[in-house]
């Protein structure tokens, strides 16, 4: 059951709108270790469509996109990406047609053919929200508890990226950044071909979550190794 409060615009927007651009990644260019994330996470829920988005102060920006080209920023009341970081758990609509959100204009979804959305909040260490990482159906659907705790996992392993790459760039050290994108890829695409293969074989959405727990398990080891960069550079101080 969703928990959203009365308000799109949260008591704390002005600190978590500060968090958001202390990371500089608002309205930089795509960066494929995020593109694999998104086509993980599609992949993963056998959906078309997976965003990485933003929620800055009036509009969100997507990071990275998955089945929607050309996706512009939209404004903060248009997009269900602004409830999602206004809760803890993950922001699930099992079909847009019958439960819209309250705090978003719902006629923008519908007039995609939006039917399912599930977004995890991007959480950061001072305990801002800053974006989400969301799967979307054109068709309604039913979410298993172990998917919301896989898209948590995936969300929480790309707010831990976006630290690692604000770690690295902030010490100018972009060249370090590259090597560990391309270290992480790799990882990730070899997931993604692994998810593929579990979701193709899999009748219904709880065979498909019992089966990803395969990859869950290849994710907390991804974790480990983003977790240990981050603590290499924590002894270097950041310029």
Same mark, same amino acid.
């Given at each position: 059951m969703n928990m959203l409060p009365e308000s799109l615009i949260p008591t704390n927007d002005a600190g978590r709108v500060r968090s958001l651009h202390h990371y500089q990644? !608002?309205?930089?260019? /795509? *960066? /494929?270790?995020?593109?694999e994330y998104v086509a993980l996470a599609a992949q993963m829920f056998n959906l078309p469509i997976s965003l990485i988005s933003l929620v800055d102060e009036h509009e969100v920006f997507f990071k990275a996109n998955e089945g929607l080209p050309g996706l512009e920023p939209v404004p903060r009341p248009d997009s269900l990406c602004s409830a999602a970081i206004l809760q803890s758990k993950v922001l699930t609509f099992t079909d847009l047609n019958t439960e819209a959100c309250s705090l978003v204009n719902p006629y923008v979804a519908q007039s995609a053919g939006l039917r399912f959305y599930a977004g995890a909040a991007l959480h950061m260490p001072d305990g801002s929200?800053? @974006? #989400?990482l969301c799967v979307i159906g054109r068709e309604p659907r039913p979410i298993e508890p172990q998917e919301e705790e896989m898209l948590s996992m995936l969300a929480e392993l790309? #707010? !831990?990226?976006?630290? !690692?790459?604000y770690a690295y760039l902030s010490r100018d050290r972009a060249y370090e950044w590259q090597a560990a994108q391309r270290e992480l890829e790799e990882i990730l695409h070899d997931?993604? &071909?692994? &998810?593929?293969?579990?979701?193709?074989?899999a009748i219904t959405p709880a065979a498909t979550a019992r089966d990803l727990n395969t990859v869950a398990r290849r994710l907390a080891e991804l974790? *480990?190794?983003?977790? @240990?960069?981050? &603590? *290499? !550079? &924590? *002894?270097?101080p950041a310029q």
């Amino acid at each position: 059951m969703n928990m959203l409060p009365e308000s799109l615009i949260p008591t704390n927007d002005a600190g978590r709108v500060r968090s958001l651009h202390h990371y500089q990644i !608002l309205n930089t260019t /795509p *960066e /494929p270790i995020f593109d694999e994330y998104v086509a993980l996470a599609a992949q993963m829920f056998n959906l078309p469509i997976s965003l990485i988005s933003l929620v800055d102060e009036h509009e969100v920006f997507f990071k990275a996109n998955e089945g929607l080209p050309g996706l512009e920023p939209v404004p903060r009341p248009d997009s269900l990406c602004s409830a999602a970081i206004l809760q803890s758990k993950v922001l699930t609509f099992t079909d847009l047609n019958t439960e819209a959100c309250s705090l978003v204009n719902p006629y923008v979804a519908q007039s995609a053919g939006l039917r399912f959305y599930a977004g995890a909040a991007l959480h950061m260490p001072d305990g801002s929200n800053i @974006g #989400s990482l969301c799967v979307i159906g054109r068709e309604p659907r039913p979410i298993e508890p172990q998917e919301e705790e896989m898209l948590s996992m995936l969300a929480e392993l790309v #707010s !831990l990226t976006i630290e !690692l790459r604000y770690a690295y760039l902030s010490r100018d050290r972009a060249y370090e950044w590259q090597a560990a994108q391309r270290e992480l890829e790799e990882i990730l695409h070899d997931h993604t &071909a692994l &998810a593929r293969y579990l979701t193709t074989r899999a009748i219904t959405p709880a065979a498909t979550a019992r089966d990803l727990n395969t990859v869950a398990r290849r994710l907390a080891e991804l974790r *480990e190794i983003i977790t @240990g960069h981050l &603590a *290499e !550079l &924590a *002894e270097t101080p950041a310029q």
